[in-house]
């Protein structure tokens, strides 16, 4: 079954985990995915460094581990920093693994790194991986607008070319105001896109995320959210429990708006994912 059919009789609900960093032991990864595979998320889908290093198979390895439990993996694939053939390289060794369904992305532009010219956006790495079999092929989308497009309208109009191009389905980049996603939606549907959309949701449970979140990631933080990640920045387990409530809370008005899908940023932390999991098992199918 590939991911696009599941979201014609039900709310998809997903994971997203990433390969350790080389200090860490790749148990630290699969002890996680032990966890998370109790869960029974529709699919879990493995990061993938845009770096240009052309080593896929960590991500690949975990890919295939979670295949392996049961679970359909969704292998992402930044092209940016690739050239066609590593990208055929990866693409050969999924298929060998069985891997079906890939997450195509164009990568951020390091400046250190001038960008290989084969792929210049996620829609031409789409356009190649319908020639190269039968992908479930999802892509990225930005509630708030991606940071490089001069605004949301533009960046809906380029949205609708990668769909065109041949994406199944959509993940967001996560967003802590639900406002946001609710606008994009009724662009994108106004544009014509009509594919499932997953909402991206960002459990923030540790202060090293809260300084991550207000540095780097774009995304409007709310009054009520800054509120409760000052008050509670000082006391680990009140920021944890803080912040799993709050992301229940987004995906609860979500699932009442009747969301495609939830796509859960684990953060390879199944503590956090089981919380959620449990709270929200009523109001989408988990
Ligand atoms: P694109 O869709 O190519 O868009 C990039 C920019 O170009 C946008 O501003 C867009 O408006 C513009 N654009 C697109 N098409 C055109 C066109 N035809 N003409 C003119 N302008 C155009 N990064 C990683 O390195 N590894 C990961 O594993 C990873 N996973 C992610 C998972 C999700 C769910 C999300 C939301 C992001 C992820 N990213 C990952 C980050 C992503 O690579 C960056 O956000 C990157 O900057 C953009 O990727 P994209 O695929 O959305 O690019």
């Given at each position: ?82 050239t066609r053939e590593q990208i055929d390289q ?197």
């Amino acid at each position: 079954m590939k991911v696009k059919e599941l979201f014609k009789n039900k709310t998809v609900y997903s994971f997203e985990v990433f390969p350790p960093k080389s200090t860490s032991s790749i148990d630290t990864i699969y002890n996680a995915l032990d966890k998370l595979v109790d869960l029974k998320p529709d699919f879990i889908s493995v990061t993938f460094s845009a770096g240009g290093s052309g080593n896929s198979t960590l991500a690949l390895d975990i890919a295939s581990k979670v295949k392996s439990m049961g679970i359909i993996p969704v292998l992402h694939l930044p092209c940016i920093n690739y050239t066609r053939e590593q990208i055929d390289q990866t693409l050969d060794e999924a298929k060998r693994r069985g891997i079906e369904h890939i997450l195509a992305l164009r990568g951020d532009i390091n400046p250190d790194i001038p960008p290989v010219k084969d792929f210049v956006y996620a829609s031409d790495l789409i356009r190649y991986l319908r020639t190269k079999g039968d992908f479930d092929i999802a892509a990225a989308c930005y509630p708030e607008g991606h940071p490089d497009a001069e605004n949301i309208e533009q960046d809906i109009e380029n949205l609708k070319i990668k769909v065109n191009a041949g994406a199944d389905h959509l993940i967001t980049q996560l967003f802590f105001d639900n406002a946001y996603f609710w606008d994009f939606r009724e662009k994108a549907a106004a544009k014509g896109i009509n594919v499932p959309i997953e909402a991206g949701i960002m459990p923030v449970v540790n202060k090293k995320q809260i300084e991550r979140m207000v540095t780097t990631c774009g995304a409007s933080l709310p009054r009520k959210f800054v509120k409760i990640m000052q008050k509670y920045e000082h006391n680990p387990e009140a920021l944890r429990d803080a912040g799993i409530a709050y992301a229940i809370d987004q995906i609860i008005d979500l699932a009442a708006g009747d969301v495609d899908g939830i796509h859960l940023y684990t953060m390879n932390n199944p503590y956090v994912a089981t919380k959620i999991s449990e709270a929200v098992s009523g109001v989408i199918s988990v």
